[in-house]
T-cell receptor, first 109, second 112 residues
Framework: GQNIDQPTEMTATEGAIVQINCTYQTSGFNGLFWYQQHAGEAPTFLSYNVLDGLEEKGRFSSFLSRSKGYSYLLLKELQMKDSASYLCAVLSNDYKLSFGAGTTVTVRA | IAGITQAPTSQILAAGRRMTLRCTQDMRHNAMYWYRQDLGLGLRLIHYSNTAGTTGKGEVPDGYSVSRANTDDFPLTLASAVPSQTSVYFC???????????FGDGTRLSIL
């Protein structure tokens, strides 16, 4: 089975940086995904890590440490539109995706 | 515009009724998935299909069935709806089982 933990809520100020941590315990590992989901909308893909290290995409970066079962999503230069839920998801050996409950980020002016 | 379409957008259904949620994608993706999303629990996989003609059970398959007669369509059927199946249902697709998944806009289903 899968056990994926991430904080429930985070609040930050516009222009700041926020780091969303995700820890996981899984039966096999084939990669970790981050998705963004605005309220009432569908999740959209942000990033994918399968090897250890940092992947950078503009204002968003994602880090993975497989030995520690740990990932984080870093959001830089926060904008009001970044207020959303951020979902950590792990792809297991049987290629099924398991999601954490999500972290709701609120960006304040 | 290429994408994934779900229907209906929302539905209120009496307990005991049969209901089919429709999902169609035009991206020629091999893999398709059905999830339910409940407050505090995140997305949970109901059923999946890695390619046309095959299906598999996810984390919460009981009370649901699927079919994958062709590449584009992946309907989800509730044979006899119960109130605990009240949820938001998302269909998703991916090029293959280890590529990013693209999600439809969801179906909000209420069972009374």
């Amino acid at each position: 089975g899968q056990n994926i933990d991430q904080p429930t809520e985070m609040t930050a100020t516009e222009g700041a940086i926020v780091q969303i941590n995700c820890t996981y315990q899984t039966s096999g590992f084939n990669g970790l995904f981050w998705y963004q989901q605005h309220a009432g909308e569908a999740p959209t893909f942000l990033s994918y890590n399968v090897l250890d290290g940092l992947e950078e995409k503009g204002r968003f970066s994602s880090f993975l440490s497989r030995s520690k079962g740990y990932s984080y999503l870093l959001l830089k230069e926060l904008q009001m539109k970044d207020s959303a839920s951020y979902l950590c998801a792990v792809l297991s050996n049987d290629y099924k995706l398991s999601f954490g409950a999500g972290t709701t980020v609120t960006v304040r002016a | 515009i290429a994408g994934i379409t779900q229907a209906p957008t929302s539905q209120i259904l009496a307990a005991g009724r049969r209901m089919t949620l429709r999902c169609t994608q035009d991206m020629r993706h091999n893999a398709m998935y059905w999830y339910r999303q409940d407050l505090g629990l995140g997305l949970r996989l109901i059923h999946y299909s890695n390619t046309a003609g095959t299906t598999g059970k996810g984390e919460v398959p009981d009370g649901y069935s699927v079919s994958r007669a062709n590449t584009d369509d992946f309907p989800l059927t509730l044979a006899s709806a119960v109130p605990s199946q009240t949820s938001v249902y998302f269909c998703a697709s991916s090029e293959d089982s280890h590529q990013p998944q693209h999600f439809g806009d969801g179906t909000r289903l209420s069972i009374l």
